[in-house]
């Protein structure tokens, strides 16, 4: 079950300074995992399932602490219960914002590194390249079934579909929630203005009034490995509203189609949950759009562990459930109900609050039960654990730096048993901050100007809050973060990073309408009459403060 690829996996510099350290009684304690889980693999006859759920924008404290909860006017009492028999979180990162934050997740790397550190809107024409290696990739090399639903976006061309990045079957929304408003229902509620034909008057003065609308776009997308791409449904609210609930009865499908065939699964559940056309009758007495579709997010959890125990599998089967990152706390639209709850930030931002989040993990039999892990993990290291756990872990590549970390120690053994003590914080393709142990450097110039004197230091178990930047009391350590920086930085020249890929959005769909394949026709016929190639602009970065999701108050 431990690496038997004779080249080890690159990780990020910071890494190998703890390796050092701690070799030794890494090794050991490997050892007898490898052990366990070989006994584990004996006694169910195979690897473990695994299961992961990942939902929007939601701050640490908002679920999984009764109390806070309770202050918030609703309750998640599955989430609570995987608290009860399994791990809750505490220092769970994530990237700062919904794109990065997949990416991340499912290619083990900090998305600065593959191109996909910003929110792109529709139109993108581009996504998650193909020369990245998924945890889709590693665990079908490995023997697995392999399933992604739900909101998915990592990009609108072929290369990016999921059912193309490993998985064998998928229901994905390629971009994210703001495709539900995109109809003439959101555009007479004024929450989508000018998006719908026949909503308003014509303007008499228009020269060109469909420049601005991403026409064409396809709102879901089914789709299997090697045999089809199908536009599901329609641009349109029914099929927004319909997806989750198909989502959901396809898991439990492909879960139990898997079981009969008694083959290994791993599936990637990440709900719409939000939406900008909001349901008019409220169901929880906070009455805001996050409560509400949690309790419908959390209803479905508590399914999802009743049908497993049903189909006499939980014992063999890893279930995380967690948020993608912090909450829309800077222009939130009306009503949502987003609170920062504990730390101080939000999504696009790197304080703690953007970028740590809720998060469980639920083994029964492996995982002990009514755990507060307080070590470090980030969402990356889900691939790499992922990987041991199901036998692939010769499968992740070793031409590049993987940044996530082999967690598998933390799951089995519990708190005080992880391997990771530091953190890069990104937002877009900026470093933020830096985390190491219980310490944390923000970076950039300060207002006056950047001396180095005035370097900003935090205490996140004094301060976890990040209110009181401390100077004189830290100055010891700023040669220190300056040598993990520069090291940082010297890794990435040695390791590139990569971009995204770019091409012509939804090709390949079987059934694409009119509209859809006018994107392609449209640039074909553009090319033969401009003096100029529209395809260059899909190679074109746009400059950093130009850039809509390089806000922190942009909602993404």
């Known amino acids: 079950m431990s690496d038997s690829n004779a080249d080890p996996i690159i990780h990020d510099a910071e890494y190998y ?32 399932n695994i299961i992961h759920i990942m939902w929007d924008d939601t701050a640490f404290g908002d679920v999984g602490i009764p109390a806070l909860a309770a202050i918030r006017g609703f309750e998640t009492p599955n989430l609570d219960r995987m608290r009860d028999e399994g791990i809750m979180f505490t220092r769970m990162y994530t990237e700062a914002a919904c794109t990065p934050s997949r990416a991340a997740t499912i290619t083990g790397r900090h998305p600065v590194r593959t ?154 559940y990440w709900p719409n949950m939000l939406g900008f056309v909001p349901d008019p009758i409220k169901t929880t007495y906070n009455s805001g759009a996050l409560a509400d579709t949690l309790k419908i997010v959390d209803a479905f959890i508590g399914e999802l562990m009743t049908e497993l125990e049903r189909l006499g599998i939980a014992e063999n089967t890893l279930l995380v459930a967690m948020a993608d990152n912090g909450p829309m706390v800077h222009m939130p639209p009306s009503g949502w109900g987003m609170s920062a709850t504990i730390f101080r930030g939000g999504k696009g931002e790197f304080l703690e609050g953007g970028v740590r989040v809720p998060a469980f993990a639920w083994w029964p039999g492996t995982i002990q039960p009514g755990q507060h892990v307080n070590d470090m993990i980030h969402e990356t290291d889900l691939y790499t654990t992922f990987a041991r756990l199901g036998g692939g872990t010769d499968f992740i590549p070793r031409d590049r ?81 300056d040598r993990m920086l520069a090291r940082h930085e010297l890794w990435k020249e ?63």
């Open 17 to 48: 300074l703890l390796e050092e350290k701690h070799a030794d009684s890494w090794a050991k304690e490997d050892a007898a995992l490898d052990v366990q889980l070989s006994e584990l693999r004996e006694k169910h006859g195979g690897p473990p």
């Open 115 to 268: 191109g996909m550190g910003v929110v792109d809107w529709p139109l993108i024409f581009g996504g998650l390249s193909g020369e990245e290696v998924t945890t889709a990739n590693v665990l079908s090399d490995a023997g697995y079934a392999t399933a992604f639903y739900g909101k998915w976006h990592l990009g609108d061309i072929e290369e990016s579909y999921p059912h193309n990045q490993g998985f064998d079957e998928t229901l994905f929304e390629p971009y994210n929630q703001v495709s539900g408003m995109w109809n003439a229902q959101g555009d007479a509620m004024n929450v989508a203005i000018g998006i719908a034909d026949g909503v308003r008057p014509k303007n008499p003065y228009a020269l060109d009034e469909d420049a601005l609308r991403p026409d064409g776009y396809v709102q879901v997308i089914d789709g299997v490995k090697g045999e089809y791409t199908k536009e599901w449904g329609g641009p349109d609210p029914e099929t927004y509203n319909a997806l989750d609930p198909e989502c959901e009865r396809r898991l439990f499908d492909f879960i139990g189609r898997n079981v009969s065939d008694k083959k290994p699964f791993f599936a990637s």
């Open 401 to 481: 730096v993987v940044d996530g970390l082999d967690q598998t120690a933390l799951l089995v053994n519990g708190d005080k048993h992880g391997r990771r003590d530091y953190n890069f914080i990104y937002t877009g393709d900026n470093l933020g901050a830096t985390v190491k142990g219980r310490y944390k450097r923000h970076w950039g110039a300060v207002e006056g100007g950047d001396t180095g004197t005035a370097a900003v230091f935090f205490d996140l178990i004094l301060d976890p809050r990040e209110e009181y930047a401390q100077m004189v009391p830290m100055i010891y350590q700023s040669g220190q973060w």
């Open 494 to 556: 040695k390791y590139p990073n990569r971009q995204k890929a770019r091409g012509i959005p939804f090709t390949g769909i079987e059934n694409a309408r009119p509209e859809t394949k006018e994107i392609e026709n449209g640039i074909k016929r553009l090319r033969e009459r401009l003096p100029f190639d529209p395809l260059e602009f899909m190679q074109f970065t746009m400059p950093k403060d130009k850039r809509l999701s390089h806000r922190t108050d942009a909602v993404d």
